[in-house]
């Protein structure tokens, strides 16, 4: 038992020398600065527009410091990690950051200046998400927590964001009560242009011209430099120019803020200038304009596509760098515990070179080592190549939502030209009845002239109807072959018509398009029922899905 015990013994302190003396293998990522110097260069990366860079850095500074219990700089890691995925739109991932930060300076007393920011972003997160209750929650209790600081830098900031979040919600009785205590806390020679600009909008909101206008002219006495609204304020004052009348002066506000308004304000300075065109009885201009709303959206629309598209690259990047760190961490140890076990063998068989009963022993455990270490790297891989099969899953099944959504785009466009012409095709028949109703036997030139023009204009939509069959056609391109693969007895005008069916519109809407009698329809919609073997004309439109679902 002595002599057994010494053996072991003595292999611990092998075990122990093999762990000091064996080589450290590098880790492969790229050296960076700890601590607040890493959060300054991620902060650097940020503003230059290096999102991903920024997360990783925060990220791997957040995991140095929960290893370290370095609370202060974790803390500080995450609430950068939560600002910057809130600059992506990941309302989830930035709460979730948002909330450790949060946790970890409570449990620590980090200090109010900590707290108050957290909160802050945490009430912007719910802002961006229209929650303005729980926005309004959360930044009052921010506020609190700067009042009992008396922190007048806080207290100005959240007093202003109170103001803008009461005319978010209707509450503009409130607003300047917000916006004098921001006032009284805010710095000596600070610019008030951010305040005046929310008393504008409460002013616009309840209808106050008189103020309104006024507010705008402070705002743009500021100097150009100053950071000030112009665009929105040349837009105000577009808007109560026309509200009263004054047409000349609307004219050159108009001007004035085509020049200056931001991206973001583009939809509702259109909207404005297409009112005040339409007041002034400028209806082309005024059709015009919301011509350009309507491209301003659409372009809008993609734009917000390709950042999102850009945020989803940005975080599918983050996560392979995630992935392959723990992967070099699993390497790492792998390898380390090769070493170890070479070590350990070696030094083992020179000090017990006289014990050639262990010798044999000793051998067996290093092959079963061995074959553990294989079997560990064979569940690695296999591991690696299951997670590489998941984000190719992952990055097909994100292009075929964006191709569905484009897909109901274009069906929802579908239906609005639909609508539009089945309303014009209506309006011209009610004119042309109301025509009739008030013609005299001394017919006038002039409505006898109109009449023609009506009665051409409902009868030589065929244009649009081939071009409404072109735009159905490509938002199912496969239809005519589908239904002709299965039903070849059918008419090029069977095919059209189960066309308008499919997007679902009803025979009014597809009597008005193709300037028939309802009645006219419904008989055909049964006779072609007829032809697909159907035993109802009822059953038409879910036979036209199930043969899509079908040949998907």
């Known amino acids: ?172 009785d409130s607003v300047p009560h917000w916006l004098d205590m921001s006032r009284r806390y805010l710095r000596p020679g600070k610019p008030t242009i951010n305040l005046l600009e929310i008393a504008a909008e409460t002013a616009m909101k309840q209808k106050n011209y008189t103020r309104a206008e006024q507010l705008c002219n402070e705002i743009l006495s500021y100097p150009t430099d100053a950071g000030a609204n112009r665009g929105l304020a040349y837009t105000y004052l577009l808007c109560i120019a026309g509200e009263k009348g004054h047409w000349t002066e609307a004219l050159e506000y108009e001007k004035k803020a085509a020049a200056e308004v931001s991206l973001g304000l583009k939809i509702y300075y259109f909207q404005v200038a297409a009112k005040t065109h339409e007041d002034m009885g400028d209806y082309r201009g005024a059709s015009a304009l919301k011509d350009s709303v309507m491209t301003y959206k659409d372009s809008l629309e993609t734009i917000n596509n390709r950042q999102l598209l850009d945020n989803e690259n940005i975080k599918f990047e983050v996560m392979k760098y995630q992935l392959e760190a723990e992967r070099m961490l699993a390497r790492q140890k792998s390898r380390t515990a090769v070493w170890i076990s070479i070590a350990t063998a070696f030094l083992f068989l020179l000090v017990i070179l006289a014990l050639l009963w262990r010798q044999q022993q000793q051998r067996h455990r290093t092959q079963q080592q061995m074959l553990a270490l294989r079997l560990e790297k064979e569940h690695k891989e ?134 028939v009698n309802p009645d006219s329809c419904k008989r055909r919609k049964i006779r072609i029922s007829k032809k697909l073997g159907l035993a109802s004309s009822a059953d038409l439109y879910a036979y036209l899905l199930h043969l899509s679902d079908k040949e998907g």
């Open 382 to 515: 296999k591991e690696l190549a299951e997670e590489r099969i998941y984000e190719t899953e992952l990055v097909a099944r994100h292009k075929h939502e964006i191709l569905q959504k484009e897909i109901e785009r274009q069906n929802t466009q579908l239906q609005a030209n639909a609508m539009f012409v089945s309303s014009r095709n209506q309006l011209i028949e009610d004119l042309l009845k109301y025509i009739d109703n008030i013609k005299s036997e001394d017919d006038l030139p002039e409505i006898r002239n109109l009449r023609k023009h009506l009665g051409r204009m409902l009868g030589n939509d065929s244009k649009d109807r081939e071009e409404f069959m072109m735009n159905v056609e490509a938002a199912d391109p496969d239809l005519s072959r589908r239904l002709l693969a299965a039903h070849p007895d059918l008419l090029q005008s069977d095919i059209k018509f189960l066309g308008y069916i499919k997007m679902n519109m009803s025979m009014k809407e597809i009597a008005a398009i193709l300037n």
């Open 1 to 172: 038992m002595v002599r057994l015990y010494s053996i072991k013994t003595l292999f611990n302190v092998v075990w122990t020398l093999c762990l000091l003396c064996c080589p450290t293998v590098s880790s492969g990522k790229d050296t960076i600065p700890t601590g607040l110097e890493g959060i300054e260069l991620g902060e650097v990366k940020y503003g230059e527009g290096d999102v991903a860079g920024a997360l990783k850095i925060f990220m791997d500074i957040a995991h140095e410091a929960d290893d370290r219990h370095d609370t202060a700089l974790a803390c500080l890691a995450y609430y950068n990690i939560g600002v910057t995925y809130f600059s992506l739109y990941s309302n989830v991932e930035a709460i979730q950051n948002f909330q450790k930060a949060y946790d970890l300076c409570l449990r620590n007393n980090l200090g109010s200046g900590r707290e108050t920011e957290i909160i802050g972003g945490i009430s912007g997160v719910f802002f961006q998400l229209g929650n303005y209750s729980k926005a309004k929650q959360m930044l009052s209790k921010a506020l609190a927590v700067a009042q009992s600081n008396n922190d007048s830098v806080m207290i100005s900031t959240f007093t202003a964001d109170m103001a803008l979040l009461c005319n978010k919600t209707g509450d503009f």
